[in-house]
Structures are given as C-alpha cells and as structure tokens.
C-alpha cells in the first residue's frame, strides 16, 4: 500500500512538470509569439551604414578645390581566411602594409575587418586579381584636392571617415557631409553578411552633401601663395600670411599660410599625415602676433577723429626719444620736425606717443575696440581667437605708449585685414567671410551669405585724412616699395621685435615684418595684409612685406581688369 502511494506520488509530480512545460510552451508560442520572432529576427539581421558622397568646395568662379571621388577599401574576412599568413605576404607587396599587422587582422575571431581603406585603383586591381576568398573590396568615397596645397589651410581636410577636422570642411562638416544611408542586411548561419533581394528588402539611400562655394578666388589665391613663398623663400622665414580683402563686402579673396618655412613644402591637404599640426594651423586666424608700426593708424584715426590732432600740425620728434613712465622708446632713426601725416608716414614713436597721450588711454582703448581689436571676427573659419586687449583700466603707465606703437598688444592677421578694410570703406567694420554660398542640388536648403556690418569705427571724414596720410607712407614715407605700377595706393609698414621665449624680453634678431593697405588708394578695391614671421638679413617692412603687397596689388588688379589710377604720376578719378 506504501509503496503504491509512493508511485501515485511520482506520476503526480510527472504530470505537474508535463504541465508546467505543456503552459510554458502555449505561453510562449502564442502569447509571446510575435516579440520572440522580431527578437529572432533582429538577432538575424544587421544595419549597414551606407556612406553619403561629400560635397564639393568651389572657388567663387565654380573652379572645383575639394571633391569626392568613388575608390576601393580593401577588407577581410576573417572566418573565410584558412591561410591568414600567406594572404598578408601577398597583400603587403600590393598594399605596401606590414604583412605582420596584415595577418594579425586575417587571424582575427572577428567576421569583418579592414585591411586598407581607400587605395589607388591600380593596387585595387591587383588585389581583385589575386581572388583570395577572405579578401574583398568595398567602394568609398575619398576626398581629393586637385589644386594639392593651394589654400591648403583654408580647407582644411577630412578623416577617413567622411568628417571634417580643419578649415572649412570642418566648420562647414554638417552641410558637406550629407546624411548617412542604410541597408537592413542578415546574417547567415556563420555570421557572414548577406543582402536579401526580392520586395521585403528595406533600405534608405544617403543624402549627398550640399556644395559650398567660396569668396576666395584661385587666381588671386595663387598669386598671393606664389608672392610670399617667394618672399619667404628670399628671407629665409619661418612663415607668413597673406590675406587680400574686398574692403566694401567683408569677403576674403585669397588667405595664404605659411607654417612650414625655410624649405619645407606648404601643407598639401591631400596628405595630412606627412605634416605636424602647427603646419596646417590656419596662423591668419589662430594666433596673435604684436603688430609694431602697423597699428599706428588706429592711433592716427582715434586723434584724428577726436579732433585732437590736425594732419598738419607739427610735432618735433628732434630729441629721437620719450620717455613714457619708467621707460624710454626711441625712434629707429632721429626725424626733425614733423606734421602728423609725416610722424605716421615716416614712422616716428616718439610723434605717435606724443599724439597717444593727448588721446588718453580710456578714448584710445574706444577706439582699439571699434576697430574690432580684442575680440573675434567671427570669420566662418576654425580655431579663431580674440587677440590680446587689456582693459585701459589695468594699463600701466607705459602701457599707452607701448599700445600706440604696436607692442603690448596680441592681434591676429584677419583683424589687422578687416581694420584698414573698415578705414578703405570710409570707417564701416565689416565681418570678414569665407563662403558666399551653400549650395542643395535638389533646392531645398541652399543659402546665400550677405556682407554683414559689425559697426562704426569713425567717420568718413577721418578716413579721408587717414587715406592721404597712408598714402604718403607709401609716396615717399617707409612703404615706398608697395606702390604698384600705375595705381595709387596708401599703407602702413611694420617692422615688430618678438618675444625671446628664454628671456622673455624683446629679441634683437626675431622680428615680425608687415605691411598693409589697399588699392587703388581713391577708390579701393583690394585691402592687402602681409605678414612674414622671423626673417632673416634684412627685417625692415618696407624692404621684406611692402614689396609683397605690390606684386600683389599689380597683379590681382590687372586680374580684375580695374584701369590704373594713376599713370605717370597724374592721378585719375576712378568710379567707385
């Protein structure tokens, strides 16, 4: 009787397990049977991303500077690979890879790796013709730049996956970039990849990039790059820049960089790894450098416009020095006595500091900070900063003296530019840009960029009296060199010491040599800024920059087919 309970017993706890399983199993395959098969079939399925083509990047006349062309990415299987070391000795000869690093992606427990992304069409061929079942090639877009190292820094480059890291292809990334596309794909019974055909097969095709179109034009582009490489190249310089600018509008005609110096080649985007990174630094917008003599205008415009200062009136710069606080600035050469279009003409310290402390430190700083000086452009390009401006409120008794000759003051290439543009306009400061449009082929988001004006930073009326001044600087003052042929033209040379970085006093061997300006001087169509860093012999600029500017000048406005202004020495009226 015990033993056939126990028995009872044992079927009983069968059957409630049979039963248990029998309501899980109904649980599952009806209840639960539409989640578990989009679980199934999620797990069977895989999301390839489908790469947009990038936009292209024209110059303002629809020359193409940056393009997308279609290339071959070679990848491995290695699930398929039975012989990785033999595959990766082959490989390495065609793809010139280490065969070690080649094998040790082959010997993987991955099912896809890649082995060289983007290569020559001719390596692409030979690795189609050696047939290996763990090798394939998948097509990509690679970013070309047919002009190599023209307006290299302006452009900036990409990584290798389709994303912007300088210049406009970064700050422009979103609009060039497009939208990523995908295939819903599935998985086989080794975890291979597959793309099923027939009506169930989903995807969404990318959306291409939009075009951009710059202000910047090749032709004058190269003449700029081509002057002041020579120039670099006659000095010795570690580098420079030269930025030439509509006056009227903001936009920026051509910026050339220079980082290399003294023989090395200039950043040529299509190879971004052959060079450092201080070497596609955009320094035109990036650093600050003490603009010496160059920034004495500003002083000029600021007595001028106050109406402290006449143009005509004498200053006697005779003694050669002053003394401003505990310290003494002299001049490079001693002058007599001088009117206040030859103290600026002649660049004498000693006049423009006696012309300074009549202004005032709070009046002079107003105007350092109307002309746009200590904070960004906001030129539509990467890595942009604000110079170095102090607050008048914490100058030191030498500190407007100092100012006033252009020391004690951090200014960037692009705000010097967009200053003397805003003294060639008759005193509006404009915002300086770089693309003039973005371009949608379909014509949906497409947008056009209008010349924006920050500001007044002093009348017409001083303009005017600064644009003969300036124009004397370069008729018979230090920028002599700057005239160009048949043109009028007005500018400020300057010749700044450096920073020794081991003393932290000013250096007796590095200086900065600049000169900027704009032509024809009556009517300017061209504002011209040129900067050479450290050069070596003769650093004077009016020896090393002013002569820049008039190869320049000369051939930008012969390229613009603007009719000379001043032949034989006879000025001529020309139309605004």
Known sequence: MEKRGRILTVFLVLGLGFGLVALRLVHLQVLERSALALRAERQ?????????KRGTIYD???????????????????????????????????????????????ASDKHFVWLSRKVEPSKAEKVKELGFKEVG????????????????????????????????????????????????AEKDAVGRTVFPGGPGFQYKLPQPGKDIILTVDEVIQHIAEKELDK??????????????????????????????????????????????AAEWRNRAVTDAFEPGSIFKPILAAAAIEERIVHPLERFDCSTGSIKVADRVISDAKKHGVLTFTDVIAESS??????????????????????????????????????GLVKDYRLWSGVSIGSIAIGQEIGVT??????AFSAIANGGTLMKPYIVSEIVDRDGRDGKKMTP???????????????????????????????KPAGFTAAGKTGTAQKI????????????????????????????????VDSPEGVVWGGSVAAPVFKAVAEQGLAYLQVPPDDVGGRMLLVAR
């Open 44 to 52: 069977q399925e895989r999301m390839v991303k489908l790469e947009p």
């Open 60 to 106: 303002r006349m629809g020359r193409e500077l940056a393009v997308s062309v279609e290339m071959d990415s070679v990848y491995g299987v290695p699930s398929r690979a039975d012989r990785p070391r033999a595959v990766a000795q082959q490989l390495s000869r065609i793809l010139r890879q280490d065969p070690r690093a080649l094998e040790s992606r082959l």
């Open 137 to 184: 090639l998948l097509l990509e877009t690679r970013r070309f730049y047919p002009k190599k190292n023209l307006a290299g820094p302006v452009l900036g480059f990409i990584s290798m996956d389709n994303e912007g890291l300088e210049g406009v292809e970064l700050s422009y990334d979103k609009a060039l970039r497009g939208v990523n596309g995908w295939v819903l």
């Open 231 to 276: 120039a670099l190249l006659d000095t010795r310089a570690k580098g420079g820049v030269c930025i030439v600018m509509n006056p009227r509008t903001g936009e920026v005609l051509a910026l050339s960089v220079r980082t290399t110096g003294r023989g090395r080649p200039a950043f040529n985007p299509n190879v971004p790894q052959q060079y450092k």
């Open 349 to 386: 310290n000693v006049g423009t500091i006696k012309a300074a402390l009549r202004v005032g430190k709070e009046r002079f700083y107003k105007y350092i900070t109307a002309f746009g000086f200590g904070r960004k452009t906001d030129i539509d390009l990467p890595g942009e900063i604000s």
């Open 413 to 418: 290439p692009i705000q010097m530019a967009a």
């Open 452 to 482: 924006c004006a920050v500001g007044r930073a002093v009348s017409e009326g001083t303009c005017k009296a600064l644009n003969k001044i300036l124009q004397r600087a370069v008729e018979s003052g230090t920028g002599q060199k700057a």
């Open 500 to 531: 020794d970085p081991t003393t932290g006093k000013y250096s007796k061997q590095d200086y900065v040599s600049s000169f900027v300006g704009f032509v024809p001087a009556e009517a300017p169509r061209l504002v011209i800024l040129v900067m």
